[in-house]
């Protein structure tokens, strides 16, 4: 769908990916993605990214950011109120996020365990860090959980190989590089 120009999904994640008898992937749950297309034709929105700014050519882009599932979203994929209040670079939200999210899963289906998470299990640093923007960006108690894995996305730093194939592991990294613009183009 990325590659025909229809649309950015948004919430690549395990629980959206089936295998059919056949062994052929499908990636489900196109129903945050119509949402928030409808939304956008609705408010028509001016875009806030001028064609040069955008990370190369022929990304689909929308101005709506900050839907998804947290754990599963690329840096930039978080809302803009929290971008700025950060200060993080703010790029368009375009097949780049899908492209972050599939790598997140490969790496969940190699290791047994998401990026994010430690053998410790929460990282106390970031979750302090989380309550402290949280209040000063929201008034929502569960806005902490969302802070927490924008921290988690713009801190992700793999040292340790992830498989025994190299090129696998390179494939991955690539994928989930924080700046869009080092990662794939395209699926």
């Known amino acids: 769908a990325n590659n025909r ?54 990304a689909i882009i929308s101005v709506s950011r900050g839907f998804g599932t947290p754990t599963y979203m690329a840096p930039e994929q978080f809302s803009e109120r929290l971008l700025k209040h950060v200060k993080h670079p703010i790029y368009p939200v375009g097949t780049a996020c899908d492209i972050f999210a599939f790598g997140l899963v490969l790496y969940e289906m190699l290791k047994g365990k998401h990026a994010y998470y430690t053998e410790l299990g929460t990282d106390r640093e970031t979750w302090d860090k989380a309550h402290r923007i949280a209040s000063s960006v929201s008034f929502h108690p569960a806005y902490v959980y969302y802070v927490y894995y924008f921290l988690k996305s713009i801190n992700l730093n793999i040292t340790e190989s992830i498989s025994d194939n190299k090129e696998l592991d390179n494939l991955i990294l690539k994928c989930i590089k924080k700046d869009p613009n080092e990662r794939y183009k395209s699926f």
Do not use: C, W
């Open 5 to 58: 120009g229809v649309l950015v999904h948004r919430d690549i994640k395990q629980g959206n990916i089936m295998v059919t008898t056949e062994g052929v992937l499908k990636v489900g749950d196109f129903g945050l993605t119509n949402e928030i297309r409808a939304a956008e034709e609705i408010r028509k929105e001016d875009r806030t990214y001028e064609e040069s700014q955008l990370p190369f050519e022929g």
